[in-house]
């Protein structure tokens, strides 16, 4: 697997200033990037960003080949992110997640052990 890497753009579509990170970045303030992100391209890794300094806060996962070109496609919110840091992931065959219906794995749980695109036509084996 390639070294991780990330650039975070100041305005939406990969517009605006850059910064390029390839490792845990406690800090955006001190690179001038502080609240400033908008859009992101993931080069490779999977990537953990904080709404706080020194991983503080609300925090959003960024995965490599997926399009962030505006904050939403994050689930995040816009100008917040002050810092972020590569995620260790290892992917194996019994990679996997448990869904629930509801809050607090209350209610219907379904395993999962390969990307589901689309719950509309999901049915559980
Ligand atoms: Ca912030």
Excluded at 31 to 39: A, H, P, Q, T, Y
Excluded at 68 to 84: A, C, F, H, P, R
Excluded at 105 to 125: A, H, M, T
Aim: glycine share 8%; net charge neutral; with cysteine.
């Amino acid at each position: 697997m390639s070294e991780p890497r990330i650039s975070l753009y100041e305005h939406g579509n990969t517009s605006g200033r850059a910064l390029e990170v390839k490792s845990a970045t406690a800090n955006l303030v001190d690179k001038g990037f502080n609240d400033k992100c908008s859009s992101i391209v993931v080069h490779s890794g999977v990537w953990e960003l904080f709404e706080h300094v020194n991983y503080g806060g609300k925090t959003w996962i960024v995965w490599e080949g997926q399009n962030y070109n505006e904050w939403t496609k994050w689930g995040g919110q816009n100008d917040v992110i002050s810092s972020l840091r590569p995620v260790k992931v290892k992917i194996t065959s019994r990679s996997g997640c448990k869904v629930y219906q509801h809050a607090h794995n209350k209610g219907r749980c379904i395993e999962l052990w390969e990307p589901v695109p689309n719950f509309v036509d999901y049915q559980s084996p």
